[in-house]
């Protein structure tokens, strides 16, 4: 994880918990699908940073990677509960 974040700007890092929180939010709604939601947050993550940024191509990357690390993270919380509940360890 440790590494996707030093490819991300100071200024882009606030999207994430942004976009973890949107994320919640999306799943609980009953009309958008699950495999829909990193689709929405992928738009909605560049259009923060080129508005945060300007419109650049550096703010477009830095969107797909604050979306790509918002995304990396719920899985990670996610593997981790759902290997506690199996007794995997």
């Given at each position: 994880m ?9 200024e882009?890092?606030i ?13 609980e709604?009953?009309?958008i699908?699950n ?31 604050v ?10 919380v ?8 199996k007794?995997?360890?």
């Amino acid at each position: 994880m440790n590494e996707i974040l030093s490819y991300i700007s100071s200024e882009a890092l606030i999207v994430v918990p942004v976009l973890l929180v949107l994320g919640k939010m999306l799943k609980e709604t009953s009309k958008i699908k699950n495999w829909f939601i990193p689709y929405i947050l992928l738009v909605i993550g560049t259009g923060a940073t080129v508005a945060i940024m300007g419109v650049s191509v550096d703010a477009f990357i830095q969107g797909v990677l604050v979306s790509g690390a918002s995304v990396f993270s719920d899985q990670l919380v996610k593997q981790a509960t759902n290997r506690e509940n199996k007794g995997d360890r």
